[in-house]
Nanobody, 111 residues
Framework: QVQLVESGGGLVQPGGSLRLSCAAS????????MGWYRQAPGKQREFVAA???????VYEDFVKGRFTISRDNAKNTVYLQMNSLKPEDTAAYYCNGAQHWGQGTQVTVSS
């Protein structure tokens, strides 16, 4: 069965960095676009970034220049490098692929 397992979240100060990972299994990873979404308390889940099967990234405007999405098809893993983090980036971050969701990893940006 499809499994997506996120890791790498945590508490970081404003301006800091985190790298999220999403390990995938149960489907042909290399053939699917993989995405990251986030959901803050009381808000709807929103798109953050995606990377196509060919490796082309797409970003939501509010993370352009700060976040970088990448994938390693040999490891069936997609990453989200987050730099210059802001308090408004605080949210649960979810991996999406093959029409499935991971369980999420919490990112909290606070001093």
């Amino acid at each position: 069965q499809v499994q997506l397992v996120e890791s790498g979240g945590g508490l970081v100060q404003p301006g800091g960095s985190l790298r999220l990972s999403c390990a995938a299994s149960g489907f042909i990873f290399s053939k699917w676009t993989m995405g990251w979404y986030r959901q803050a308390p009381g808000k709807q889940r929103e798109f953050v970034a995606a990377v196509t099967s060919g490796g082309s990234p797409v970003y939501e405007d509010f993370v352009k220049g700060r976040f970088t999405i990448s994938r390693d098809n040999a490891k069936n893993t997609v990453y989200l490098q987050m730099n210059s983090l802001k308090p408004e980036d605080t949210a649960a971050y979810y991996c999406n692929g093959a029409q499935h969701w991971g369980q999420g990893t919490q990112v909290t940006v606070s001093s």
